[in-house]
């Protein structure tokens, strides 16, 4: 029998999987074969079937989908504190560029560090996302912005799965920002090095999904349409960073597409989430980069319920906007920034996110899903969302084993 076949029992699953509030299955068990749910439910109700299976307990704990940040870049160099400090002792945009800061200041130190030095410092990040019961981590490119840092950072994104048990999906965003050698030629940027940096990626199988940044300091929708006319033509879905700092049709313009999510989404009006609810469009809700900017426009929470637009959340673990790699912390931001309710938010970081990602064997607990799952120190699923600097991980299951 097989290492990861098991039965686990004395718990309380989560499941995500409809039948009420979270899916709540008290005093239940989980059978796993081969890695994956084989069956879940009350353990009075056990399949004859499972009865065998060596038991594990749980100590009466809860169980919850293993988690999904959907939206990070956790493979860049350097970090951006000085400039953090620098802000906060009065100085402007304008000065901190001047000294070297911005996005500037991390495409420089991505160019400089080698596959290694990128990877190592990525795991730092990724092990504090694995601590709070993530399994599976979206990473972006983006700060390379030239061919072969682009493609270093994807590679980079790719070994993590090497070194740790958890499952990546790398998305290419060379549409992030023009740099400087491009200053004032955006449409050179994309037609000299994003295009070509996208179609060497594909080639070499790092790709899994195409992102553009739509917003008045990077691309328009034209600048997004090219690169997203070139994804379509390699069969590769896309997604948008769009509506973050003013309403340019980004979110419209990449549900035209077929977009798996839309993402940031403040500034998002009701026709654009008609557009994100008739293709199906994940709106991924990033409360660091909010936090952090101390925006006061908030996501139309309101309207993406009115639409039954799914919502999903996420770290966007960056060096400038959101340095923050606590799911768990993101969770009870989109509550208290936003008004989610716990429920959603933990919809947010499984169901949605994998939704987001578009993965269909994850984000929930029922026959047929990996089994990757989170084992929790709380009563209640609202306790997630409820907790600030708080971490009740008990234990990560990723496909079955502990």
């Known amino acids: 029998m097989p290492a990861h076949d098991q039965l686990f029992t004395d718990l309380h699953a989560a499941t995500m999987a409809g039948g009420g509030a979270y899916g709540l299955i008290e005093n239940a068990a989980i059978a796993v074969q081969g890695g994956k749910v084989a069956w879940v439910g009350p353990l009075a109700d056990l399949p004859a079937d499972y009865t065998a299976l060596p038991r594990t307990s749980l100590g009466n704990r809860l169980v919850t989908p293993a988690l999904i940040d959907c939206h990070t870049h956790v493979v860049f160099g350097g970090n951006r504190a000085v400039e953090f400090e620098m802000r906060l002792n009065g100085a402007t945009y304008e000065e901190v560029a001047r000294a070297g800061g911005g996005i500037l200041s991390t495409v420089n130190a991505t160019r400089a560090a080698s596959e290694d030095a990128l990877l190592a410092d990525a795991l730092t990040r990724v092990d504090a996302l694995l601590a709070e019961g993530v399994a599976c981590i979206e990473v972006k490119s983006g700060y390379g912005l030239d061919v072969d840092t682009e493609l270093r950072m994807l590679r980079a994104a790719r070994r993590i799965e ?96 077929g977009a798996l999510s839309a993402d940031h989404i403040e500034y998002l009006d009701e026709d654009g989430v008609q557009a994100m609810a008739a293709a199906g469009t994940v709106g991924v809700i990033l409360p660091g980069a909010f936090y952090t900017l101390r925006e006061t426009q908030q996501p139309p ?31 009870n931001m989109g509550c208290t920034l936003f008004r989610m309710t716990p429920e959603e938010a933990l919809a947010g970081v499984t169901t949605h996110a994998a939704r987001a990602l578009g993965l269909t064997d994850v984000g929930t607990i029922a026959p047929g899903q990996r089994a990757d799952l989170a084992v929790w120190n709380v009563t209640h699923p609202a306790e997630l969302s409820y907790r600030i600097g708080f971490n009740p991980l008990h234990t990560r299951i990723f496909g079955g084993a502990i």
């Open 162 to 257: 090497e070194e740790r048990p958890v499952r990546v999906k790398t998305t290419f965003l060379g549409a992030h920002a023009a740099p400087p050698e491009f200053k004032w030629r955006p449409d050179a940027y994309i037609d000299d090095i994003c295009i070509p940096a996208l179609r060497a990626a594909h080639a070499e199988g790092l790709v899994d999904a195409v992102d553009g940044f739509c917003e008045g300091i990077a691309f328009d929708t034209i600048q997004i349409a090219r690169v997203f006319n070139v994804a379509r033509e390699l069969g590769l879905p896309v997604k948008i960073h769009a509506e973050q700092l003013s309403n340019l049709g980004g979110a419209k313009l990449a549900a035209g597409y």
């Open 301 to 331: 929470i309101d309207l993406l319920r009115k639409h039954d637009v799914p919502m999903a959340l996420a770290t966007d673990c960056n060096p400038g906007s959101s340095p923050l790699t606590s799911l768990l912390l993101t969770m």
